[in-house]
Each structure stands twice: as C-alpha cells, then as structure tokens.
C-alpha cells in the first residue's frame, strides 16, 4: 500500500507513468482506506525507479529509471516527470490509457512524456533492441529543499550520449528547477541534430509568453500564478493532447530547443529551467 502511494498526486489520482493514471481517486481512496494500516510513503523506489518528493502541499513524481535491463515495451518515459500543486496538476505526461491501439503507441513515445529527446527519438526502442538503464540515481537533502540527480544511457547506442537530469524542489514546493545535462562520451554514434524538453502541461492550465521570453502560466481556481523561464535556448509553446476517460483534450505544451552539431566537439551540452510560484 505504501508503495502505491508514490505515484499519487495531491488530487487522489495515479499519476500517467506506464499506462496508470486512469483509475478513479474514489476508487483509489476505498481501497486505501479499506487497507486502513498507515505505512510511511518511500521517498524513492530504486528497483521499480521512481521517486516522489512531496514539499509545501505540491507534489513531484519523478521516473529515474530501471536499474536492470529495460527490455520491455513500457512506455519511453525515462526521466520524466509530473508536478501537482495541492490538488491541481500543473506538468503532466499525456497518458497512454487508448483504446485506440496506434493513439496508445504514439501517447507512449517519449515526445508525448515530460522529458529530453534527442531528434525526436524514444528514450528507447524495444523493436530495435535498444534500451534505456539508470546508471546513477541520488536522491537526498540539499540547501532549502530536497534534491534528485539521476542519468540513463538510452541515447549511448545512437549517439554515444548520456542524458543526465537534476531536479530541486524548495521546502515551501514553490520553486521547482531543472538542469538536463547532455555528456558526448566519445562512442561512436550519429551527430545529433538538436535536443528538445518537453513540459506537457494539464487542461486547466493557460499559459502566455511575456514580453521578457518567459512564461507566465495560470492554473484554473487559483489566485497567484507559475513563473517558467530558461536560458541560452529556443523557448516556445506549441499544442498537445491529454488523454482523459479514453477523450482526447486539446492542451499546451512548453518546448526548450537547442542545437547538438556541435557537442561531439565542446563534450557537454546544458539546459537549465525553472518553474516558480509568483
């Protein structure tokens, strides 16, 4: 019980990592309090390769991957993440729960995930054998808040790369930031093209971008609002679906881009982002 606890947000509901998220909150609340023992919720699970940092009555839930070999057909969400605020989602991951067997398959790539990809590729792919392991996960307390670094060698065989993500979450859950590190490790690979994050964000959010190129984002009932801003790239916001009791909802999501031609040369490539309450 106490495991299954890690993938609920502050709205009773699983979050939409392998195929879950589509079970009702009552119905999650019934067998909860059916099972009515009270188990201390895990910080992190580093077999199954997901942690949930739940900090000023907002919740991060987080894939940081299997440490074993990852060779089944889940869904390619390594290192994606969802972010509720009390009981509103804010960052979401579109859900995989189709009927439709091609929409389930296209809502399971990692471009439909709140995560990197390079090219537009998966994270991995099981047709051409190629997986994606965690090669290191840390989780702990950092100054003001708690911390996560966790890396995954999905992207090794195409273009020799380690994909490397931190994430800080502030006491008070207002202020959550990001670095996605991209390391060249010298294998031998195709020259990437450029790297996109993705921030698929829920229904209920608006988001407009301001005259200083960052992005000012509004959840539906509540009274303040969230604050994302990057640096040094591509900013822009685009359209998304989210997937809710098997109904596709029109929704945005926010794109950072930046180019990877040269990262065989310089070695490493960085992006940092923040959300933050105002």
Known sequence: ISVCKVWIHGNGEFAHFNFAGETKAIEIKKILEWRSLKFKIPQHLKYTGFT????GRNTLIFDTGSISNDKNDCPASALAFEFSVGKSMLVVNSSQNSKNIKLRN???????HSALSIDNLNSKDFINNRFSNSLKSEVGEAKGGLLLSCSHNGYMKT???????KMFLANDGKDLRGNDHLEYNGAPGEIPSFAIVRFHLHPHVSARISNNKQIILKIRTHNSGWLFKTENCKLYLDKSIYLKDNQKISTQQIILQIPL?????????????AFKKI
């Open 52 to 55: 949930r940092f739940y900090l």
């Open 159 to 165: 273009h020799g790369i380690i994909h490397t993500r």
């Open 106 to 112: 296209l809502l399971s790539q990692t471009i439909a």
């Open 261 to 273: 031609t040269n990262i065989q040369s310089v070695g490493n490539i960085s992006i940092n982002w």
